[in-house]
């Protein structure tokens, strides 16, 4: 069965370091794979979006690597702040085999920017 | 300005008593959506609509249901909440939907108890 793997544990680090979260996933062939960030009791929000011909895009402080051969994402934000802190989610585009038409979300992994 | 809204913010409803939570876009997007969201875990779509094409997802609950009655405008309706159906309900739009889809704008949530 198809699925999206984030590590449910989460990722500590000092502010100033480089956070790089991970993100798995099994028996899809996306065309495309989007990372959103969610504060708690809120809703997500979109980041970036990342194609399956692209091997990176950046944002500002943040970068995103897609690894077709791997089924992987990264997620990296350099320069951290305490204000990157916040459960990130990537999703990935629809099954095209399945029928199945809206985004899949995984679980999130919480970052956590220590001062 | 906020894109999509969602009311109320916060719902406290009695076991087995009907409730209904609302949203609202500004964004004229063809596509809405409902997810529900507990603590830890990924949004996880209940269905969504097309303009009026309304498509549930398989294991979506009969106890909840949907009405759209206008672009702007899109309705959860819980028939009878059990004590397992506290959770955020989330609502988000896109242009489009399918192998293609754009980016989702989600509301800021309706944290939603039972009794």
């Known amino acids: 069965s198809q699925k999206i793997e984030q590590n449910s544990e989460a990722l500590n680090i000092q502010e100033g370091k480089t956070a790089t979260l991970t993100c798995n996933y099994t028996n899809y062939s996306p065309a495309y794979l989007q990372w959103y960030r969610q504060d708690p009791g809120r809703g997500p929000v979109f980041l970036l979006l990342?194609?399956?011909?692209?091997k990176e895009k950046r944002k500002e402080r943040l970068k995103v690597t897609f690894d077709t051969t791997l089924k992987q994402s990264l997620f990296h934000v350099t320069a951290s702040q305490p204000a990157d802190s916040a459960t990130y989610l990537c999703?990935?585009?629809?099954?095209?085999?399945?029928?199945?038409?809206?985004?899949?979300f995984g679980s999130g992994t919480r970052l956590q920017v220590q001062p | 300005d906020a894109m999509v809204i969602q009311n109320p913010r916060y719902q406290v409803t009695q076991f087995g008593k009907p409730v209904t939570l609302s949203c609202s876009q500004t964004?004229?997007?063809?596509?809405m959506y409902w997810y529900q969201q507990k603590s830890s875990q990924a949004p996880k779509l209940l269905f969504h609509?097309?303009?009026?094409?309304?498509?549930n997802e398989a294991d979506t609950p009969d106890n909840f249901q949907s009405r759209r009655p206008n672009t702007s405008f899109c309705f959860l309706d819980i028939r009878s909440p059990g004590l397992g159906d506290a959770a955020m309900y989330l609502c988000?739009?896109?242009?489009?939907?399918?192998?293609?889809?754009?980016?989702?704008?989600f509301g800021p949530g309706t944290r939603l108890t039972v009794l």
């Open positions: 609509y097309y303009d009026k094409d309304f498509n």
């Open positions: 988000a739009t896109s242009r489009e939907i399918g192998p293609r889809a754009d980016t989702q704008y």
């Open positions: 990342i194609r399956e011909n692209e």
């Open positions: 999703a990935l585009d629809p099954l095209m085999d399945t029928g199945r038409r809206a985004l899949t």
């Open positions: 964004l004229n997007h063809n596509v």
